[in-house]
């Protein structure tokens, strides 16, 4: 029944190395988004995709590569993890046009050692 | 520059009692507004939504207004409980297919 959920809830590893988050939703929606929150828990836009394709690409590293395999899935890949990405990412989805509310997982909480 | 502001950023209610949460956002020119909520640890829970052509939207004990020319939204929530406690989140969509957030208010409702 779950409408967006993302995998692992929680993540610890260290520095440098590389892990992936993912992201699937069952509502049908079109657009599909990468948040994150940081510890002050300000959130702030990633990444949006829109059935498939990239429609917006925040001021973030090139560290962090989106992957959308089908419209239903958003997968957020970190090369060369940092301290400063530990944070919480959270997925959401929505239908595209401005007027619908967008739905959001649970989060994912990463941290780096 | 687009921002939203949500002040004050922690506020205390003794159990009961009717509250206001406020948002106040740069850029009138909006799509909607949205309502979330967010309990420790856990993902964002939508409230309400409010279209850009809208006052007000209600939902059992939460009302949403929407006042684009003041730049202002607020969150009424009546006879508060316990249960509300949470972190209450105002986010803006000004039309660019992105969600804009405050920073949200951290409600604690006093049995």
């Known amino acids: 029944d779950t409408a967006v959920s993302q995998t692992p809830k929680y993540l610890v590893t260290q520095m440098g190395n590389d892990k992936s988050i993912k992201c699937e939703q069952n509502l049908g929606h079109d657009t599909m988004y990468w948040y994150k929150q940081d510890s002050k828990k300000f959130l702030k836009i990633m990444f949006s995709y829109n059935n498939k394709e990239l429609i917006i690409n925040e001021t973030v590293p090139n560290r962090f590569s989106p992957k959308s395999p089908d419209k239903a899935h958003l997968n957020l890949h970190i090369n060369s993890l940092e301290l400063g990405d530990s944070a919480v990412y959270f997925c959401?989805?929505?239908?595209?046009?401005?007027?619908?509310?967008?739905?959001f997982g649970d989060g994912t909480r990463l941290s780096i050692l | 520059k687009q921002e939203v502001t949500q002040i004050p950023a922690a506020l205390s209610v003794p159990e009961g009692e009717n509250l206001v949460l406020n948002c106040s956002f740069t850029?009138?020119?909006?799509?909607?507004l949205q309502w979330f909520r967010q309990d420790p640890g856990k993902g964002l829970t939508s409230l309400l939504l409010?279209?850009?052509?809208?006052r007000e939207q209600t939902s059992g004990r939460l009302n949403a207004s929407l006042d684009k020319s003041s730049g202002r939204s607020t969150l009424y929530i009546a006879a508060s409980q316990p249960g509300d406690s949470a972190t209450y989140l105002c986010a803006v969509n000004f039309g660019n297919e992105k969600l804009t957030f405050g920073t949200g208010t951290r409600l604690t409702i006093i049995p």
């Open positions: 409010i279209q850009s052509s809208q």
């Open positions: 850029d009138s020119a909006i799509y909607n």
């Open positions: 959401a989805s929505g239908t595209g046009p401005p007027n619908q509310p967008q739905h």
